[in-house]
């Protein structure tokens, strides 16, 4: 699950740890992201029937820091489920998710 620190008005850092068992490492990344807006949650639902993965990567593309964003690209290149983990913690700020109940 990728967790959450403030970091500065707009963005907020999220993380995400995880073993890769291929290389026998932690992995730990962080990345800075902004709200999605309406719009770009609207195209992830609209999308994501057709190909998840694409949906959450272009979202989470869209709205990383701009400072932050090459270092994500390498890391979606190597590890393709992250997009669906910071996609996931994105869409969950607009409100999606499991009620539980």
Do not use: I
């Not at 999220?14 to 999605?36: A, C, I, M, N, T």
């Not at 190909?51 to 270092?71: I, R």
Request: proline share 3%.
């Amino acid at each position: 699950m990728a967790e959450e620190t403030k970091t500065d008005e707009q963005y907020v850092e999220l993380s995400h740890s995880f073993l890769d068992r291929f290389e026998g490492k932690d992995v730990d990344l962080k990345f800075r992201f902004k709200r999605p807006n309406t719009q770009q949650a609207n195209r992830v639902q609209k999308t994501a029937l057709k190909n998840a993965g694409q949906a959450f990567k272009n979202l989470s593309l869209e709205t990383v820091h701009p400072d932050d964003k090459a270092t994500l690209q390498e890391a979606l290149q190597k590890y393709p489920g992250l997009a669906s983990t910071f996609g996931g913690a994105l869409m969950g700020s607009c409100g999606f998710g499991d009620l539980g109940n």
